[in-house]
């Protein structure tokens, strides 16, 4: 997989890290409110869907910087 393919699947992980980022950090009314259930499910639902991301992505071979931020949101 190289190119395009790659870079969609760069942009995917940091968009999760970005999704799980937020969901960590905001409050449990407004995840009820925006989600419609409780912070476990929906931060469970993230970190799996990154986790998934950044092994599409290829963090272990790549050198790509969206796939770095990614990881780095990850270990925040």
Do not use: W
Not at 32 to 45: E, T
Not at 47 to 74: E, G, P, R, Y
């Amino acid at each position: 997989m190289t190119g395009p393919q790659l870079a969609f699947k760069a942009e995917e992980a940091l968009m999760f890290a970005i999704y799980h980022f937020a969901t960590c950090s905001s409050s449990e009314d407004d995840r009820v409110r925006l989600f419609g259930q409780p912070k476990h499910i929906i931060q469970d639902y993230y970190h799996a869907a990154l986790k998934q991301a950044l092994v599409n992505a290829k963090l272990l071979k790549t050198t790509d910087m969206m796939v770095m931020q990614a990881f780095i949101l990850f270990l925040l």
